[in-house]
């Protein structure tokens, strides 16, 4: 667990690299836009924007940004108004932000980015008001800056690498899918239900590693989209997409196999070999899949391996299964079609081709 911890680590390292180089360019250039232009002598709000929306979750920077501006403007109308009608203090400090975060909830419902800004801009005009004057104006001029400045840095200056963006968050995915089907197929081999149950747990916990391919999913799409240096990628990104919505369902069926399987093991079914060659070539498929799309290369070997999943699975069908054998067989036919639509192949095609495969 701990090695594989680290080898997520690893993989996350470049891109954590360019976010924090991104902060830190992004923070500078604020700092100093705000001091020349809005004549300010120590920005803070600017700098403050600027990491706000670098550090915004990939995809969702410029809408954030917006959110960011929003909830500042939202908070420093509200707490302007009320605090002309009731004046400063401790209780008045309470309310008017009480109020400002009920407002921002209620027009937005649970964005973090606009409610955490109307709430912080309602805590500083309560309370520097008094003291520092139009501090009102210049949070919203500030943060205007920071968010542009932002934006800027992400998509013109020192934009990601969207490929190895999906890369390094699918990878997880495709290590634990094919890593437990490897496990899968070798209970089968040693009549270990015990070890097929273990598979089965883990391909539960794969929920993390799919929200944050998702994620990052979304964010190439905004780097290709925003960032002229990458728009070159926009059709590789593309692409990645439609695979991508083919991989939660791969997820859930590989989950289903491996149900099928340790149940299967526990009753003693019978396993013959072509059915655990078809488990055995289902993780290779998936693994080569990952690699012609990370290459940029033709699925068509990618195709005829899933084919062959279902020429196997066709196979054990003569050896007389029992109830979960044949589940296990029905969940391969399946997740051979799957695996040629997220090559690209229409799902009419893919499952005659299949049916076709698995007759043989």
């Not at 992004?26 to 300010?40: K, M, Y």
């Not at 968050?169 to 089968?188: F, S």
Request: charged share 20%.
């Amino acid at each position: 667990m701990w090695f594989e911890a680290g080898r997520v680590r690893l993989r996350q390292l470049e891109i954590i690299a360019v976010i924090a180089g991104q902060c830190g360019l992004a923070a500078a250039i604020s700092w100093e836009v705000a001091h020349r232009l809005l004549d300010v002598a120590t920005p803070v709000f600017a700098p403050t924007a600027a990491v706000g929306t670098i550090v915004a979750a990939l995809g969702q920077r410029a809408r954030r940004t917006v959110e960011l501006l929003v909830g500042v403007a939202g908070g420093i109308l509200v707490s302007d108004a009320l605090l002309w009608l009731i004046g400063f203090g401790p209780w008045q400090t309470g309310l008017v932000v009480a109020l400002a975060v009920g407002l921002s909830l209620f027009a937005v419902g649970s964005s973090s980015a606009l409610v955490a800004q109307a709430g912080s801009s309602a805590v500083l005009i309560a309370t520097l008001w008094p003291a520092v004057p139009s501090v009102q104006w210049r949070r919203i001029e500030e943060a205007a800056v920071g968010g542009v400045v932002g934006l800027v840095v992400v998509g013109l200056l020192l934009p990601v690498n969207p490929m190895r963006v999906l890369d390094r968050a699918a990878a997880p995915v495709i290590d634990t899918v094919a890593g437990e089907l490897d496990n899968v197929a070798q209970a089968i081999a040693e009549r270990d239900a015990g070890l097929a149950a273990r598979a089965l747990d883990r391909l539960r916990a794969t929920e993390p590693d799919l929200v944050r391919m998702h994620e990052a999913m979304v964010g190439a799409e905004e780097v290709v989209t925003i960032a002229p240096a990458r728009w070159k990628r926009r059709r590789d990104v593309e692409r990645y997409r439609h695979a991508v919505d083919h991989v939660d369902t791969v997820v859930l069926e590989c989950r289903e196999l491996a149900r099928w399987a340790t149940d299967g093991l526990r009753r003693a079914e019978p396993m013959p070999e072509p059915l655990l060659g078809a488990v055995a070539g289902l993780a290779v498929t998936i693994r080569g899949a990952q690699r012609a799309g990370r290459r940029g290369e033709q699925f068509g070997v990618v195709r005829a391996a899933a084919l062959e999943v279902a020429r196997l699975a066709g196979q054990a069908t003569h050896w007389g299964l029992g109830v979960y054998g044949e589940g296990m067989v029905t969940q391969l036919l399946t997740l051979s079609s799957d695996v040629i639509q997220g090559t690209g192949e229409r799902w009419e095609n893919a499952d005659r081709m299949v049916r076709q495969a698995a007759a043989r």
